[in-house]
């Protein structure tokens, strides 16, 4: 099969056109480096032409409300050249919960993109997935300084980028769902617990302190980033992971 990956350059999109190309398909990698652009169209008709599949891993280059504006544009240009070039599987990358949490600008922009793919002109499907295990330094980062880390205690069910990918693949290379396939991690942490976690395994001895204010996962509330029970649970554990990766 032929597939194009937009955003194929990153950390999900990489691994996704090389696993596909490992498997015998062709998968070719859209980006601004290779002169995409999903903001105005440009190349866009050249990197669909031919492909049956399209997966949209691109991301917002910002969490605010400008989000909102990258998301319709980007999902409307992209929803219209799949439609010249004949793409008969429209699949995106989006997050377990994003419609539960309209507090944050990003998971609000989420959404709009899953609605603009609903209501589209191409077969779809949407692969939701929990935060990632490789992101966890930058949310350490958001609210620490060099004594303290400051983190609330959010329910969140981690999973490895790598897993992230294998849930792509298997959708990607699937017939459309019409639907939602949802990933996560095995394992069901308190944000401030997965902190600590974390900085042992990195010989960090600054403390964290919870605070249900520190951050951009703040303003989430019960479980609504914890998968349902119909999800597909990832074989990595973060413990296991986080040693391996330091």
Known sequence: MKFTVIGGTGLIGSQVVQKLNAAGHQASPAAPSTGVDLITGQGLDQALEGAEVVINLANSPTFDDASLDFFRTSMTNLLAAGERAGVRHQVILSIVGVDHVPQLDYYRAKTLQEELLRQGPTPYSIVRATQFFEFMDAVLSWTSDDKTVRLPA????????????????????????????????????????????????????????????????????????????HAHLAPTHYRDWVQRAR
Do not use: C, N, W, Y
């Open 154 to 229: 959010t329910r969140i069910q981690p999973m490895a980028s790598a897993d992230v990918v294998d849930a792509v693949v298997e959708v990607a290379t699937g017939d459309p769902l019409q639907g939602i396939h949802e990933v996560a991690g095995p394992d069901v942490f308190a944000l401030d617990e997965l902190g600590r976690v974390t900085l042992a395994a990195q010989k960090d001895d600054r403390p964290v302190v919870t605070d249900d204010r520190a951050g951009m996962f703040a303003v989430v509330t019960g479980d609504v980033l914890i998968a349902g029970p």
